[in-house]
C-alpha cells in the first residue's frame, strides 16, 4: 500500500546539479524516517542522505556540503539537491522509508559525464 516515487533523474555534465523529488502517503511522510541511498554498479548501497531525530538529516561522508535533503510538507515530498555533481555520483537513486518498516522506491537513474 506504501508507494514511493522518485522522479528527477537523468543525465548532467560534472559540475551541473539537478533536483530529485520522493513523493509519497501524507502517513508514511508523517513518519520522518525518510532518506536517499544510492548504489553504483558493483558496489554496495550507501547512504546519501536521510531525516533522523528532530528532522537533523545525516549525510554520507562523500557527498557533504555538495547535496542537501529537504522536505515539502505541503506536497508530502522528500528532495535531493544535488549540486556540483562528479562522475563518482553516477549511480541508481532511492528513495527510502523506515518506518513502519522498510520501504523503498523503484530508483531513477543519475548519471554524471565529463
Known amino acids: 500500500q506504501v508507494q514511493l516515487v522518485e522522479s528527477g533523474g537523468g543525465v548532467v555534465q560534472a559540475g551541473g546539479s539537478l533536483r530529485l523529488s520522493c513523493a509519497t502517503s501524507r502517513l508514511i511522510f508523517s513518519f520522518n524516517a525518510m532518506g536517499w541511498y544510492r548504489q553504483a554498479p558493483g558496489k554496495e548501497r550507501e547512504l546519501v542522505a536521510a531525516y533522523g531525530n528532530n528532522y537533523r538529516p545525516q549525510y554520507g561522508d562523500s557527498v557533504k556540503g555538495r547535496f542537501t535533503i529537504s522536505r515539502d510538507t505541503a506536497k508530502n515530498t522528500v528532495d535531493l539537491q544535488m549540486n556540483n555533481l562528479k562522475p563518482e555520483d553516477t549511480a541508481v537513486y532511492y528513495c527510502?522509508?523506515?518506518?513502519?518498516?522498510?520501504?523503498w522506491g523503484q530508483g531513477t537513474q543519475v548519471t554524471v559525464t565529463l
Open positions: 527510502t522509508s523506515r518506518l513502519p518498516r522498510p520501504y
